[in-house]
DNA sequence: GTTTCGTCACACAT
DNA sequence: CATGTGTGACGAAA
């Protein structure tokens, strides 16, 4: 056990300080961010790609709309990659500089002191001999070697693998993905979803099975996250394991959301279940260096210090069970690997775990971008233990981070106002007709159409509906459903929902328990008639007119709210519709409900739910008059929420509630979008796109 | 190739 | 509801 080293002391220490004012000048007076090739932001931002989408509601435009529908799941086999003039650029040995043959990583068996004046002592041979072993100069690298050199045409490696068959190991080859086309980036987000999808549906269908097996709370200690992992391990479809990629992960956006470290490591974003710092380690770099790619900024080191835009980070070790620091850190894994990273002008990633209250979980992870590490040094904690320090400062022209928007979001569901002095228009155009408010913001234009419609939280069916359907069945459940309860047979033995409301797998119709059943409205078979559970805002968007927005973090497979309207039959559609009025037909959703819990992937024999069966939708909705939030949400081929039907207030499948649920985690303040379905004359068309 | 080790998880108990 | 603690699975290193 060292003795305690005073704080203020060691910034007293002539060696220490005069080497850390060193670093710093060295950063101020040669502009290293200059010299660095500046990163273009190569993943096209959400909102941007809904750019040129219509707004929903005006159905005419809808109808002309002429875009493919996601490739991934509109044919039944895989397509081919259809990336072009992507590249991967392997770093090759050239781009990095020059070393000694024979140095090795320092791994000074003297790094533990517990001597004060020895600290100094440390720190300087252990930096000193880390960078000049390398053949550089200690303060000043070669400006030269930051550059990232381009490689040749014949190097460039294809990007086709990236789904693999089979579990593979991870790989040691570093490469950059640049030059991504906007359907390369289509391709690769709708990779990263699906990824994603079978992710979730994994971990709660493993969880709801154990649940079945031995009753709810038996369940011990089951981690579902590490059984959906381990599963897609084995299958191969883990992402991004053959390369190490260096920079942005094709396909995640600066501000997606992940609740597991898992699931970091299964889009690739983060390799490392538990450490912090993920990088590829000497014995596998091509020049024998360490290599760091991404670190995750967690809160678990008191030494951290993050104001967004630029963090000091501590490096990892040296800790004990207690996350207290009891001994001095080395120079070596991780920490070396960021310290090379500098040198180098290597870009991390960095994602932040945010603690957050009222989740599935107690964290929540958001990847923030990329930051260039810019200084680095050896300093002695808040413990007194040698700890090492390095300065990120990130990129700029990037989009906004997903922390910041967490944070500003939080403070405008407390305080719109105060957040927003100008733009917001009602506080809640439901007039209390909905269980929590619908803002409406609009600083762009003078329009305020949604204040002029009447809001109609609940679909209005013809009494025709009720009547023609058994109406009066409901289960005898007193307390809670179980999964031999009534309804829950009438969706096939199962209940659609877990125990947090999550829509565990997309169905051709879900039954609710309804004011037939004796069970309470608090009953687990009740989640889309109990209103909304985020706070939605529709505002007003240069692009597509209106859009919908969540102050509220939205988790995949939670319901958002009903797509509501007044139903009208076939032959009194056909007569409004002359008019030009304003329908939206259920039957011509997209089927994006088959996605959710879709496993084709895991299991061979996996069929698409057919039961309950429903017949085909002959009613359109009439938005034109009443309406709520739902119909001013933006239409994508690549959607982040779904339509399920549900039925709960009769029993008639002719005439289902529309039913909205969230295919992903949902940042607050992300545009909420719909895949409305292209009409029927473009399926040719979309069928030469795809093949 | 195999084993050991450390880790800014997670879930549940208290 | 914060803190404690047990089980865990990965990649890296030996």
Redesign the pocket.
């Known amino acids: 056990m060292g003795s305690l080293i005073p704080f203020q002391d060691l910034n007293l220490l002539p060696e220490s300080s005069s080497l850390a004012t060193m670093a710093a000048s060295t950063s101020t007076t040669t502009p290293i961010a200059m010299k660095i090739p500046k990163l273009e932001p190569k993943l096209e931002p959400f909102e941007e790609a809904l750019e040129t989408t219509p707004p929903p509601h005006n159905l005419q435009q809808l109808r002309e709309l002429e875009e493919p529908q996601d490739p991934f799941f509109s044919t039944p086999n895989p397509i081919p990659n259809p990336i072009s003039n992507s590249q991967l650029t392997p770093f090759t040995d050239q781009t990095l500089t020059p070393l000694s043959q024979n140095s090795t990583?320092s791994?000074d068996e003297n790094n533990v002191y517990s001597e004060f004046h020895r600290i100094s002592e440390l720190f300087k041979t252990a930096f000193a001999k880390g960078l000049q072993q390398y053949g550089g100069d200690v303060l000043v690298p070669d400006p030269d070697a930051r550059a990232i050199v381009p490689v040749p045409e014949e190097n460039q490696v294809s990007a086709a693998v990236i789904v693999a068959r089979k579990r593979i190991?991870?790989s040691?080859e570093l490469v950059r993905v640049t030059n991504l086309g906007v359907e390369d980036e289509r391709y690769f987000r709708s990779v990263v979803r699906r990824t994603r999808m079978i992710f979730d549906a994994l971990r709660v269908l493993s969880t709801a099975e154990e649940e079945k097996k031995h009753g709810v709370g038996n369940?011990?200690?089951?981690?579902?996250?590490?059984?959906a992992?381990?599963v897609m391990?084995d299958r191969g479809l883990?992402l991004n394991?053959d390369k190490r990629i260096v920079g942005s992960i094709p396909g995640v956006y600066i501000g997606d959301l992940?609740?597991?470290?898992?699931?970091l490591?299964v889009v690739g974003l983060h390799?490392?279940?538990?450490?912090?710092?993920?990088?590829?380690?000497?014995?596998?770099s091509s020049n024998g260096e360490?290599i760091a790619t991404s670190?995750?900024?967690?809160?678990?080191?008191e030494d951290?210090e993050d104001a967004g835009d630029v963090i000091i980070?501590?490096?990892?070790?040296?800790?004990?069970?207690?996350?207290k620091q009891c001994v001095h850190q080395k120079l070596?894994?991780?920490n070396?690997?960021l310290e090379r990273s500098m040198h180098y002008g290597i870009e991390v990633r960095v994602i932040r775990?945010i603690?957050f209250?009222g989740s599935?979980?107690?964290?929540v992870?958001v990847y923030d971008g990329l930051y260039r590490i810019m200084d680095c040094w050896f300093d002695v904690g808040k413990s007194g233990f040698g700890v090492y320090k390095y300065k990120l400062v990130r990129i700029e022209g990037q989009a906004e981070m997903g922390s910041s928007i967490l944070r500003f979001a939080a403070a405008l569901r407390a305080k719109p106002l105060t957040m927003r002095p100008v733009g917001y228009l009602s506080l809640d155009i439901s007039l209390q007709k909905e269980s929590l408010p619908v803002l409406l913001f609009n600083d762009i234009d003078s329009e305020q159409e949604p204040l002029y419609y009447d809001y109609l939280p609940r679909t209005v069916f013809p009494p025709f509906a009720f009547h023609q359907s058994g109406n009066g069945t409901g289960c005898e459940c007193t307390t809670s459903c179980a999964d031999d309860c009534f309804c829950a047979m009438k969706n096939g033995g199962e209940f659609a929902y877990d125990h947090n409301g999550i829509l565990l797998r997309g169905k051709p119709v879900v039954f609710e328990c309804g004011p037939f059943c004796r069970c309470p409205p608090q009953c687990r078979n009740r989640v889309s008639q109990n209103g909304l559970k985020s706070r939605l805002e529709v505002f007003r968007s240069r692009e597509t007119g209106w859009g919908v927005r969540s102050l509220d973090l939205i988790h995949a497979g939670a319901f958002i709210c009903e797509y509501a309207g007044v139903v009208l039959t076939r032959e009194q559609a056909h007569i409004i519709s002359m008019n030009g009025d304003n329908l939206v037909y259920p039957h011509r959703f997209s089927d994006r409900w088959a996605e959710w819990g879709e496993l084709s992937q895991i299991y061979s024999d996996y069929v698409r739910p057919s039961y309950p069966p429903m017949p085909p939708l002959d009613f359109a909705i009439d938005v034109s008059k009443m309406r709520n939030v739902a119909c001013y949400m933006t239409h994508s081929s690549t959607p982040n929420v779904l339509v399920q039907f549900v039925l709960y207030d009769h029993n008639n499948l002719m005439f289902p509630h529309l039913m909205l649920f969230a295919m992903e985690n949902i940042p607050p303040l992300r545009e909420l979008s719909l895949d409305y379905g292209v009409a029927e004359e473009w399926t040719p068309k979309q069928l030469s796109i795809c093949n």
């Open positions: 990583i791994t190991p991870r040691s369940v011990k200690r089951l981690r579902g996250d590490l059984r992992s381990s391990r883990w394991r992940f609740f597991f470290r898992m699931e490591c390799g490392q279940v538990q450490a912090g710092i993920d990088y590829v380690p000497a014995s596998q360490p670190v995750i900024v967690s809160g678990g080191y951290d980070y501590t490096g990892h070790g040296g800790q004990d069970k207690f996350n070596e894994g991780g070396l690997a775990g603690k209250p599935i979980t107690t964290k992870y």
